[in-house]
């Protein structure tokens, strides 16, 4: 069993229930940046919601009704609008990774994430866009980086953005280089064939959700890498996933039907402080 653990601290007086998938959607977007739900202004419409008790899926009373409801899209889900809004992810990756230079700021770059997906025609997110740089590549979710780092003429940094486009969810994660080092290469090269590789295991023996991850953790361990169990994968869809389900790919103890789940792979280097990241449907 592998166990999933927060990495992200709950907020004070607030009661955690749903692990740390709930800290991705308690933020949205406004015309002049971020706004968590503790700070959200009073004018502002805040679309996140909190999960009924009723429907956070526990493991053990896991039944195929269970299974059908945390699948479950609403009433005129378009798959293929969904599917646009992943084309529509991945090209905003593509445009903000073109924006970024030698020498840059990581606050700088995350805020002209902000801006890039503010001019692609979105005003929230269902996570706030993280850009690393270097050794903060082995921040994991909703962990603060490391302020002041500027990103190095051999380096490398990823890029994770979840935007939100007429109320379909994208969800986008890659990794890049600067310069030649050899061992950044291969990071980034690595964690996409890791991806591919349980992506391709999922297709051939329908394998659980907690499967998936201890393949993909016994792939990164051969391959050299160490792999971020706290990065765990997860529903998407119309927005808010939460409303059918809250918890991690790699809690379900059932197979993943296709285009509704995302996988994730964060691996870092066992001794050095850099990695890489990689995410998307299982298709």
């Not at 970024?100 to 997110?125: C, P």
């Not at 007429?166 to 280089?177: L, S």
Request: charged share 20%; with cysteine; net charge negative.
């Amino acid at each position: 069993m592998i166990a999933l653990t927060s990495a992200v601290a709950t907020p004070p007086g607030k009661q955690r229930s749903v692990g740390w998938v709930e800290q991705r959607l308690a933020l949205v977007w406004f015309p002049d940046g971020l706004a968590s739900q503790d700070n959200a202004k009073p004018n502002a419409l805040n679309l996140s919601c909190s999960v009924p008790e009723s429907i956070v899926i526990r493991r053990n009373n896991m039944t195929n009704a269970n299974m059908q409801t945390l699948e479950k899209t609403k009433d005129g889900f378009s798959e293929d609008l969904f599917f646009q809004i992943r084309d529509r992810s991945f090209e905003a990756v593509r445009q903000i990774a073109a924006q970024i230079q030698v020498g840059m700021l990581e606050e700088d770059a995350n805020q002209m994430a902000i801006d890039t997906l503010r001019e692609m025609g979105t005003r929230q997110g269902w996570h706030k866009p993280y850009i690393r740089f270097g050794a903060n590549t082995i921040k994991t979710f909703g962990a603060d980086s490391e302020l002041g780092i500027r990103l190095g003429e051999n380096d490398i940094y990823f890029i994770d953005i979840g935007p939100v486009w007429e109320q379909y969810e994208g969800d986008a994660g890659e990794t890049f280089v600067t310069g030649n080092n050899p061992e950044f290469q291969r990071c980034a090269q690595d964690v996409k064939q890791i991806f591919q590789q349980v992506s391709d295991k999922w297709k051939q023996e329908q394998l659980s959700g907690e499967a998936l991850y201890q393949f993909a953790e016994i792939t990164s361990q051969q391959m050299g890498w160490v792999l971020n169990l706290d990065l765990s994968g997860h529903r998407l869809g119309d927005f808010p996933h939460d409303v059918h389900y809250a918890g991690g790919l790699t809690t379900i103890p059932f197979c993943p039907s296709p285009k509704l789940w995302v996988l994730e792979i964060q691996i870092r280097h066992p001794e050095l402080p850099f990695g890489a990241f990689y995410e998307d449907l299982l298709i």
